[in-house]
């Protein structure tokens, strides 16, 4: 196992729970607020990222709620990497998000799942 290999193992608990807190974040558009342009649920969704990622000793940015970036390192070049963290509005396909974390946390309960390359 490689460096890289135990520390992504040793954080991958950390990195499940959170996951699935990202999950329960209903970070639907809604009314927007001089500090959450396109709601508080979307921002809240863009506050707990950017937590996340400074927790992992990367550098946030928070441009007035309209995006968020983390940076690791210092260099000319980078590496880019774009998502998005709003969703739709639950309904009938609302289950798929509590389908997707209970597959995760039954995925995840099996310690020796932590340390294979499988796919989640």
Known sequence: MTSLDARI???FPSII???QESIRIPSIQGDPTLD???GIQVKE???HALKTASSLGFKTYDL????GWAEYGESENMIVVLGHL?????GEGGRVLLL???????KCSDEEQWTTKDPL
């Not at 007035?64 to 995006?67: A, F, L």
């Not at 997707?100 to 039954?106: F, G, K, L, N, S």
């Open 64 to 67: 007035d709620g309209y995006v």
């Open 45 to 47: 969704a863009l506050n």
């Open 100 to 106: 997707a974390e209970r597959y995760m946390e039954i």
């Open 86 to 90: 709003d969703v739709v509005p639950s």
């Open 17 to 19: 729970l959170n996951l």
């Open 9 to 11: 193992a040793n954080l």
């Open 36 to 38: 959450a342009p396109f």
